[in-house]
């Protein structure tokens, strides 16, 4: 344990604040700094480098580009490959497991053992690996790599340590799965077909045993070549040749017949009576045109042949629809007797897999269900029922439904916010699944000691948004939002949607969730933010919309006018609503691009709209137009509940809005919040001609006398120290609150740089994300202008009360997929090249004043050129002034600076404890009145004095950019530690989270690395390089949680979760869930004395006998290479144990052979039976016979 003495905030009104350059402030990495006070402080850190482990712990939603299927019909789990080389096992709830090929090579196929508990994966790279699945985490046992022929076709037989390889070449090979060893016993092609065939029959593409003689293999061959090989003689017993290439080969369970499915749209089905010619040919979906001929089909890609006791046979295929009918989308076709059933997919079919009742070939089958294994789904399909309805899937397979445009992770939720999201989600769930359970129930799983509740949130292109629970590392949907139902739909031709985002208008870019209150704010693309509140009842509602006019105005135009409109400020003395006659423009009309002005992107209801129980909206605010511009898309925002504040701001500018009184309080640039604090002391801009100036927020000054003259104002009008600075501000009437503009009022003098021109956003479906552009300036005195390096507008983190943004990646950027910055050499660069965007808010319990002796409410603001303000505000306390008299604010001028743009704050007490942000519980606004019970705002605030009154007032405060980390001590503002993180990269993402009963500071930078440092003193504690962030799709979801945890989607489909707590990567293996279970192998059916006894399987065929090392010898060393695979300690065990595995084969052996004794008995019963009859015929014959002559024959 270390010890850290700190200085409390003892200094004088007089001291000045530490900033970035300051001698006190100190340059080197974690460097406590000295200020004389009389108090010390006590912060007694306890996390250490031991408590820190970066693994993945398990992934959520749908295999990205599947490639493979396969299914353990005894143990009942399912296998899904894919092309990045990863393998998905899905069970039973809870039992979903995820394993990555080192090499990252496409799977091509799978195999299990069946009821053996292992896998037999082949690749593209024509490796062949052995999984273990006895494990938690599975591991590959061995590994078999071909060197000079490539791998097309796997098949292992049933309770068979003999896996059967087809290749390119047309050759088939043979692989004992023991040892992972390639047999001497090779098919060459050239032998399989006859020696007068000139042409090569092309590489393999079916094998399979014949169910009546497991020593029969068939082998087709693309071009239609169809062999079945005598495995013990070494020669082929019959050869068919086809004029189609052949797809798939299926099996009638007697054995005596089989169906090829081909690639003119045929299914043909043979009989080994007479091969040459196919005993039946039809096109299922071909029909015969008027001149006589066929229509020309598509290839019938798999075929799956299955008979049943009591109906007859199923044949099912994909594929094989007629060219003719084009946009049909793909379909699975099921015949059953004379009925067909088309069903149709979503996306196109890549495997499907009819499940039965049986592993043995050559019995009956039984099928009960299909699963089917789409580009982007996966679907099982009932066929016990005539009109074969869909299982409802139990697995998270549609976060992907419409593509994840951000995520937010929120870890240790309130107990009862689950159930009520369930219940009310479970309302709106789909009907018409089969009422059979889900038919793929392996594994186990049992809820582990160390869960607690979880929800993962989820914003989509289609301005959707979902709920999900993620406790005890299982994820369930609980509750979809759609954000889109506040809006009329865009008609085809108005075009100011499709002028923002021409495909997604309502895509969801951030969001903000405080589950104690149960309030949430989405921020969409279209540069809107919706503000939901929960209920359990319906209600018939207005939505009330807020337009606010949020943008810079551009220095290079001027136009002399006397109506025109400031954006921010309005007159100071106009405290009355002005005739809103300054809108030519209706949201839906159309207008040529250049006239646009004072129009937001998108038109919401007017209507009384009947919302449903759950989050109802109770407030919409958009930007607007501006002189033909659009607006900016929204970078930062926070909401408080306790206060009724939503704030947000762009790279325009800065907005505070009074979400219960439905008024803006503040609307204005990055540049006027500062004042004559400007930290760069940029240049003034020129006013506009024929338009008065005033000073505005340059007169800001820390008295308090400013902050008693605004509560004196009139409730319509909002002030900064005495200056009206929101024309918007107005009390919310009745439909829409609109925006009153002083038309001859004063302007200020505008500081701000010309904004770049717009360009439209991409489709939501692949937003990517605004890399920030550091600048450096060098050769100015000024400590203030030593910046090293400064950033343009650059991405907003997530934390538990804020979620990830998206940004448009500049179209250079985008071609160069690259991380380089450019960099300008002085500070007039910055006036004419950047803008300061607003990157992170955050509201909280504060000292906006160093002079303060207690904490008011405050606002943090953090710009993309590393500054950072407070900004305090005046809230009336008693519940029915809040409602009436208006809240003031008014930024201080306090500044700090640091390296890059702003990321997060964070506030500690001095015990180092997190304080949290008030916040108002939770009170449902639809519930009927009880005039006995009032319903009253409960706050529950987190004051930073009001659990440390023996070490005196004060918090820390940290606040982490994107190169350093900073703590500073409040009210004096002064720099305690500061960590330069990363020089050669930048941060991402930045979270204060908690861990083991502790706080850190958890960063993921752009080079992939993962990093914790301890709070106050910023320690590393922990750097991992974990992920190269080769996709902007990481950048734009990966959050951080508390208990060590963070996620980001892996995939377009794909939520990946992973922990950095040590405590939490220990008891994994108990979270996890169990792949295998014990279960004893079905008993093969009696087939009875006559199939037994007239050809039956007769002779018993000894594998081992074939193609071992005695019988066959050894394989050429330089076909095939064996690669050891690297189990882990848990693989070794279950290695060592194998001698239960041993025995179960030992057990299977013998009941084989038992069953064999059984069945010579039984066949020596027959003929013993066979003779008594042939004795009782003779003796009859010759009783008949024994009178008669000779003459009489």
Not at 707 to 732: A, F, L, W, Y
Not at 890 to 897: E, I, K
Request: proline share 7%; glycine share 8%.
């Amino acid at each position: 344990m270390k010890k850290f003495r700190k200085v409390l905030d003892g200094l004088t009104t007089s001291s000045p604040g530490v900033t970035l350059g300051s001698p006190s402030c100190g340059s080197a990495a974690g460097t406590p700094t000295a200020v004389p006070t009389p108090k010390d402080i006590d912060i007694q850190e306890t996390l250490l480098s031991e408590n820190f482990q970066l693994c993945k712990t398990v992934r959520h939603g749908f295999p990205y580009q599947p490639t493979a299927l396969a299914f353990d019909p005894v143990q009942k789990i399912l296998a899904i490959g894919s092309r990045s080389g990863g393998v998905r096992i899905l069970g039973g709830p809870g039992v979903d497991c995820y394993c990555q090929h080192e090499s990252g090579a496409a799977v091509l196929q799978l195999q299990f053992l069946i009821n053996e508990g292992a896998l037999v994966t082949a690749c593209a790279d024509d490796t062949l690996h052995l999984w273990n699945l006895r494990q938690r985490r599975p591991a590959v046992l061995h590994s078999l790599k071909f060197n000079r022929e490539r791998i097309t076709f796997c098949h292992l037989p049933f309770q068979s340590k003999w896996l059967y390889v087809g290749t390119e070449r047309g050759n088939t090979h043979i692989v004992n799965i023991e040892s992972f060893i390639l047999s001497g016993y090779v098919i060459m092609w050239n032998k399989a077909i006859e020696l007068s065939t000139k042409t090569h029959p092309g590489p393999v593409v079916h094998l399979s045993d014949s169910p009546k003689d497991e020593g029969k293999l068939l082998i087709g061959f693309e071009s239609g070549t169809i062999v079945q090989w005598d495995l013990r003689v070494k020669k082929a017993d019959f050869r068919i040749y086809y004029d189609e290439a052949i797809h798939s080969v299926s099996w009638h369970h007697e054995g005596k017949q089989f169906m090829c499915s081909h690639s003119d749209g045929s299914l043909t089905l043979w009989n080994l009576r007479n091969t040459s010619k196919p005993f039946q040919v039809t096109f299922p979906h071909g029909k015969i045109q008027k001149d006589g001929r066929k229509e020309s089909c598509k290839p019938i890609l798999k075929v799956e042949y299955k008979t049943l006791r009591s109906s007859e046979p199923f044949v099912i295929f994909s594929g094989g629809l007629s060219y003719d009918k084009a946009g049909r989308r793909p379909t699975l076709t099921i015949m059953h007797g004379k009925a067909i059933t088309v069903l149709e997919m979503d996306y196109p079919i890549v495997e499907f897999m009819v499940l039965c009742e049986t592993p043995y070939i050559n019995e009956v089958q039984e099928p009960y269900a299909v699963v089917v294994l789409l580009e982007k789904d996966l679907i099982v399909v009932d066929l016990t029922q005539s009109n074969f309805p869909v299982f409802e899937n139990p697995y998270p397979m549609d976060v992907h439904e419409s593509p994840v445009t951000c995520t937010a992770y929120f870890a240790d939720c309130p107990p009862d916010i689950i159930p009520i999201l369930y219940s009310i989600g479970a309302k709106h769930k789909k009907t018409g699944y089969s009422q059979k359970e889900w038919p793929i129930t392996g594994g186990t799983w049992t809820l582990g000691s160390h869960t607690y509740p979880e929800i993962i949130i989820t914003g989509h292109a289609d301005g959707s948004v979902k709920f999900w629970d993620a406790s005890a590392i299982t994820l369930q949907m609980l509750y979809k939002l759609k954000t889109s139902k506040v809006f009329e739909k865009p008609k085809l031709g108005e075009g100011r949607a499709a002028e923002l985002v021409e495909e997604d208008p309502f895509a969801v870019q951030m969001v903000s969730w405080c589950p104690q209150s149960r309030i949430f704010c989405v921020v969409g693309i279209s540069a809107h933010i919706i503000l939901y509140r929960f209920s359990k009842n319906d209600a018939n509602t207005q939505i009330v919309s807020l337009e606010v006019r949020l943008q810079c105005e551009p220095e290079e135009i001027i136009t002399p006018s006397e109506h025109e409109n400031n954006p921010c400020f309005s007159e100071p003395g106009s405290h009355s609503p002005q005739p809103h006659h300054q809108y030519p423009v209706s949201p839906g009309s159309r207008t040529p691009e250049s006239a646009k002005d004072s129009v937001p992107c998108l038109k919401v209801k007017e209507r009384v709209v009947r919302v449903p129980p759950g989050y109802q909206s109770d407030l919409v605010i958009q930007l607007l137009w501006v002189d033909g511009e659009p607006p900016q898309q929204i970078t930062s925002l926070d909401i408080n509940s306790a206060y009724g504040l939503l704030a947000f701001g762009n790279c325009n500018g800065l907005a505070v809005v009074d979400y219960l009184q439905k008024a803006v309080l503040l609307c204005m640039s990055t540049l006027d919040l500062y004042g004559a604090t400007d930290p760069y002391q940029r240049l003034t801009r020129s006013p506009r001609r024929n338009r008065q100036s005033t000073s505005g927020l340059t007169e800001l000054t820390d008295n308090q006398q400013s902050v008693d003259m605004e509560r004196s104002k009139s409730p319509t009008s909002d002030h900064v120290n005495g200056h009206c600075t929101s024309p918007i501000s107005q009390s919310c009437s009745a439909g829409k609150p609109r925006i009153p503009m002083g038309p001859e009022g004063p302007r200020l003098s505008r500081r701000g740089p010309g904004r770049p021109p717009f360009r439209k956003a991409q489709s939501a479906a692949c937003m990517e994300i605004s890399l920030p552009v550091s600048h450096t300036e060098v050769g100015h005195a000024s400590r203030r202008a030593m910046l090293q390096q400064f950033h343009g507008v650059t991405m907003y983190s997530h934390d538990e009360h804020h979620t990830t943004t998206s940004y448009c990646w500049s179209e250079r950027e985008s071609r160069e997929n690259s991380f380089s910055r450019s960099r300008s050499s002085s500070v007039s660069s910055i006036d004419r090249d950047t803008k300061e965007a607003i990157t992170t808010l955050q509201f909280g319990e504060s000292y906006g004043r160093k002079s303060d002796a207690l904490p008011t409410p405050c606002l943090w603001v953090g710009t993309s050129l590393g500054v950072v303000q407070l900004i305090p505000m005046s809230i009336p306390t008693d519940q029915e002034e809040r409602m009436e008299e208006p809240v003031t604010i008014g930024p201080s001028g306090a500044v700090q600076m640091l390296k890059g743009s702003v990321l997060r704050f964070g506030f500690m007490d001095y015990m180092g404890t997190v304080i949290q942000s008030p916040y108002e519980v939770w009170r449902d606004l639809n519930a009927p009145e009880d005039p006995d019970r009032p319903r009253r705002r409960k706050l529950v605030n987190f004051s930073p004095s009001s659990s440390q009154d023996a070490c005196g007032e004060g918090h820390l405060a940290v606040v982490c950019s994107e190169r350093q980390a900073k703590v500073f001590l409040m009210p004096s503002q002064s720099c305690l530690f500061v960590h330069n993180i990363t020089e050669s990269s930048f941060v991402l993402r930045a979270d204060v989270v908690s861990v083991c009963n502790s706080v850190c500071l958890a960063c993921f930078c752009a080079n992939g690395h993962v990093m914790t440092l301890s709070l106050p003193s910023l320690r590393p504690l922990m750097d991992v390089n974990y992920l190269p962030l080769t996709d902007m799709r990481i950048a734009r979801t990966f959050c951080f949680t508390n208990g060590g945890q963070a996620l980001y989607l892996s995939s377009p489909t794909e939520i990946q979760r992973i922990t950095y707590s040590q405590e939490m990567c220990d008891n994994l293996q108990e979270m996890l869930g169990e792949l295998f279970t014990p279960i004893e192998t079905p008993e093969a059916q009696n087939r009875g004395f006559l199939k037994g006894f007239f050809g039956g399987n007769a002779q018993t065929f000894d594998r081992e006998e074939l193609f071992g090392e005695a019988a066959a010898g050894k394989a050429s060393r330089s076909l095939a290479q064996h690669i050891p695979g690297q189990g882990g300690m848990e693989g070794m065990k279950v290695a060592a144990g194998g001698v239960v595995g041993e025995l179960a084969r030992a057990r299977i052996a013998l009941d084989e052979r038992g069953q064999r004794l059984g069945e010579l008995e039984d066949r020596t019963a027959l003929m013993m039976t066979s003779a008594e009859t042939f004795s009782k015929h003779a003796h009859e014959l010759m009783l008949k016979c024994k009178d008669k002559k000779w003459y009489q024959f």
